[in-house]
């Protein structure tokens, strides 16, 4: 089965030759008519080659599209011909030749016709890699792969047109939560990936050797992206990875993952919520308006449909995402029969019931302290309905997975150093952060949101891995 491969040249503003092609396979077909007699260079990958004889026909595919190529031996030479008919399927070819409309194929009374096509009449052929076979995975093949074959091979993998759409897609995503954080006066920044204390837990570091000292890789830009606000920054975000030695081996953990973060001075929980939610919505808005976006989830839908899954659907949440409290959300739970108690982290088990009437974007605020990191604000004076103290930290989910954590800060250096104690954490590790609360910081809040799986909801994806380009997690850290 051929898919339609992805690019929209009509969206590329400043296309640009190369040195090793004049158009690309897209433009061919969508400027075809401006080019015909004109004479081109093209370069892809061979999808296949068909014909005998003196006539040979080459689908030829690159980043934006493909063509058909024709070649002749009058016009390519007999040896040339031979070459090209006894390459292997994946070769890279490049050719020279000329544009010419390509005959309509044959269509039965009452279907409709189809848009002129475009093909190159080859006048020479240049080999530049010719693909080992038999290949490790098939690429154009609907023949179903295992996952661990397709990482293993992931560069043939990525050649598949819905593997190769994903990976576009994830950039628009984040090209989308750019533009939008951009215009509510976020700007982007970075912090250290290396770092000497963990931010979110212990046991879950990945410990490394900085020069003669020991170190370890970051599990959030948390402390980093709060000292920006002590420095008068306001409004900052990141994109980056963050690293979790976690022992979980399920559809959504990974070792590393790109962490979205945001954090806002002068602002408090439900401030940042709705950040995330007006960001979200921008998101799956502009994926469902935006042509290159939704011609990327075609080609997404044309593979699931072959496979007999269901089609992606993307539907632009409404705005304001549902809030349901962690103290109602804990009586729905037991309301719907499941096994949970106040103070209980909230599993994807029991994240299923309330997905129940929840199918999409909801927010969990308010959870109990005692379930949330030193660096979250309590709220003063509000208790649980089982006494305990609750919290400015909330959670998003997607039906029954987790997306985002967030919640307002500890601003005050007392209460935060109390925070740390608590939490049997010792202050003097943290010396670095805490100092940045020693001269005053503004009272702010922020969130960590996980691109993949945002991904996953997107794309229907199962497994977050296919939406990580080299995954690493409990057993894969190669290729
Ligand atoms: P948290 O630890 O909940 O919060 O992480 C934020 C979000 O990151 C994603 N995520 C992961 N994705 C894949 N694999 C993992 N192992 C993994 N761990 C986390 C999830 C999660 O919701 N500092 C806080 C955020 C904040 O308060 O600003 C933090 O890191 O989607």
New binding site residues.
């Given amino acids: 089965m051929v898919h339609v491969l992805c690019l929209n040249p009509s969206i590329m503003t400043t296309w640009v030759p190369t040195a090793y092609r004049t158009h690309t396979l897209g433009e061919l077909q969508t400027h075809g008519a401006e080019l015909v007699g004109k004479d081109v260079t093209v370069i892809g990958f061979m999808e296949a080659n068909r014909g005998k004889g003196a006539i040979c026909f080459v689908d030829l595919r690159d980043g934006t599209g493909k063509t058909q190529v024709f070649l002749k031996a009058d016009n390519i030479g007999e040896e040339a011909l031979d070459t090209v008919q006894r390459m292997t399927r994946e070769s890279t070819l490049q050719f020279t030749g000329t544009v010419a409309l390509k005959r309509p194929p044959k269509v039965k009374e009452g279907e409709p016709t189809p848009p002129p096509a475009y093909e190159v009449l080859a006048t020479s052929v240049n080999v530049i890699a010719r693909a080992e076979a038999p290949l490790p995975l098939g690429v154009t093949d609907n023949v179903k792969v295992e996952l661990d074959t397709r990482l293993d091979n992931r560069f043939l993998d990525l050649r598949r047109a819905h593997v190769n759409a994903m990976f576009r897609l994830r950039g628009k995503v984040l090209q989308y939560g750019r533009e939008h954080l951009i215009t509510e006066g976020f700007v982007e920044t970075h912090t250290p990936k290396i770092v000497a204390t963990a931010?979110?837990g212990g046991a879950?570091l990945f410990p490394m050797q900085y020069f003669d000292r020991p170190a370890f890789l970051n599990?959030?830009?948390?402390l980093f992206?709060q000292l920006c606000m002590s420095g008068g920054l306001e409004r900052v975000f990141e994109i980056g990875p963050?690293f979790?030695a976690?022992k979980?081996d399920t559809y959504?953990?990974?070792?590393?993952?790109i962490?979205f973060?945001?954090?806002c001075s002068w602002a408090n929980d439900d401030d940042v919520m709705g950040v995330l939610e007006r960001m979200l919505h921008h998101i799956w808005k502009s994926v469902a308006e935006d042509e290159e976006s939704q011609n990327l989830i075609d080609v997404i839908n044309a593979f699931r449909e072959e496979q007999g899954e269901e089609l992606v659907e993307v539907i632009v949440p409404e705005l304001p995402f549902p809030r349901v409290e962690y103290d109602d959300a804990i009586r729905i739970i037991k309301e719907k029969g499941g096994s949970i108690e106040w103070g209980d982290d909230i599993d994807a088990e029991n994240s299923d019931l309330l997905a129940q009437d929840l199918p999409q974007f909801y927010f969990l605020p308010r959870w109990p302290m005692s379930l949330k990191?030193f660096?979250?604000h309590q709220i003063e004076g509000e208790i649980g309905s089982t006494g305990e103290q609750l919290s400015r930290?909330f959670?998003?989910n997607f039906g029954r997975?987790?997306?985002?954590?967030?919640?307002q800060?500890e601003h005050r250096i007392d209460v935060l150093i109390d925070n740390l104690r608590d939490m049997d954490l010792d202050p003097e590790e943290f010396e670095f952060y805490v100092a940045g609360f020693r001269h005053g910081v503004p009272p702010h809040a922020?969130?960590?949101?996980?691109?993949?799986?945002?991904l996953m909801k997107l794309t229907g994806a199962k497994n977050?891995r296919e939406t990580v380009l080299f995954p690493r997690d409990l057993r894969r850290y190669c290729p």
């Fill in positions: 931010t979110e879950d599990q959030s830009p948390q992206k963050a979790r976690e979980s959504r953990h990974l070792a590393e993952f962490s973060d945001i954090e990191p660096y979250i930290g959670d998003l997975d987790e997306m985002t954590s967030g919640g800060r922020g969130w960590g949101l996980g691109v993949e799986r945002i977050v």
